[in-house]
């Protein structure tokens, strides 16, 4: 595992994308290609490589992996070409290119709609709800990994650790609503097309370029007010994440099984800013009382369904990590999660 912080974007993609055992163990154990859908977002290209180096570490590297996108930032998908991904181009809301799209045994879906989903809900629900439904019928059969978030639970007491697997969803807002509909789709067209599937509901991925810590460092290092309301989050380093999603390919059933994805501890808010703001020299503004209840995961159940112990970049390395990246200006995604928001409206 890489030890100290990427300096750059191409060493940040290789942190990233460095192939995690369990995830060469399940690809290698697997038959067939795979397929990233939606891969051009925020986690789909690391996501896309490290599949490609867990396929080439297990002696598998005549299998391809597949990566599809609409492609807006040629970077990622010059960047994949040049370490042995195949990368497509098409628009997954035209039903006739999702037809098109070569076969695959295993595939990854990423694809959705969160910012500016509160200004635009129709096409919010097109991406999250119909989008799928076309992915899912056109891979009838395939092993899923359906990319689902946290956002469908209910807020939890902050003492509960969390919502479980078995939690009843109770989504806030149309995004989250969104959600559940692609995981109700995906699950209702996973049984009757014979498709094994895992809906990963995860929260919140962290990669020095965006994510709550990324957000939290530059309100910090700014000197703008950081509302303490939403006081408690879960995280997790972007690599562990998508090892993960790569070892569930192995763990696919039916009916389909949903399966959180996120850091083992509750965090409060106040203290991560702390801890930034001690690694940035400055002292944080803080504004606000922390709420009883927070969007809050359960991810304790994820070690049944894998066959070792799941990656874990430590807490303090990524706090480490996040206040150099931003402390020395180095390129930013541009995408806060508004992780605070909670009445739904992203």
Not at 10 to 36: F, K, N, Q, T, W
Not at 129 to 139: G, K, Q, S
Not at 216 to 236: K, Q, S
């Amino acid at each position: 595992m890489t030890t100290r912080c990427p300096r750059d974007l191409d060493e940040l993609d290789d942190a990233l994308s460095e192939p995690h055992a369990i995830a060469v163990r399940a690809l290698g154990a697997l038959d067939g290609d795979v397929i990233v859908l939606g891969a051009g977002g925020k986690m789909g290209p690391t996501l896309a490589r490290m599949a490609r180096r867990a396929l080439d570490a297990a002696g598998a590297g005549s299998r391809r992996v597949i990566a599809v996108s609409r492609w807006s930032d040629a970077r990622a998908a010059a960047a994949l070409r040049a370490h042995g991904v195949e990368v497509l181009a098409a628009d997954l809301l035209d039903r006739t290119q999702v037809d098109a799209l070569p076969d695959a045994a295993n595939v990854v879906f990423m694809a959705g709609q969160k910012f500016g989903s509160a200004s635009d809900v129709v096409q919010t629900w097109a991406m999250n709800a119909v989008v799928p439904a076309w992915c899912a019928e056109r891979y009838a059969g395939s092993r899923q990994v359906v990319f689902s978030t946290g956002n469908v639970y209910p807020f939890v007491p902050v003492a509960s650790g969390g919502a479980g697997e078995t939690t009843p969803p109770a989504p806030v807002g149309e995004y989250a609503m969104s959600c559940l509909a692609r995981e109700r789709v995906s699950a209702a067209l996973g049984a009757r097309h014979g498709s094994p599937m895992v809906l990963l509901r995860l929260n919140y991925a962290c990669a020095l370029t965006y994510g709550v810590l990324t957000d939290l460092a530059v309100r910090v290092r700014d000197g703008e007010p950081i509302d303490l309301t939403m006081g408690h989050v879960n995280v997790c380093w972007q690599g562990d994440a998508n090892a993960v999603a790569l070892a569930l390919l192995a763990r696919t059933s039916m009916p389909a099984v949903a399966v959180n994805v996120t850091g083992a501890a509750t965090l409060a808010v106040e203290a991560l800013a702390h801890a930034l703001a001690d690694r940035l020299g400055v002292t944080p503004l803080l504004v606000g009382t922390p709420a009883p209840d927070a969007l809050l995961s359960d991810a304790s159940a994820l070690a049944t369904h894998l066959d070792d112990t799941p990656p874990a970049l430590p807490l303090d390395t990524l706090l480490d990590w996040t206040a150099e990246w931003v402390a020395a200006g180095r390129p930013l995604l541009g995408k806060p999660t508004r992780f605070s928001v909670r009445d739904g409206k992203f």
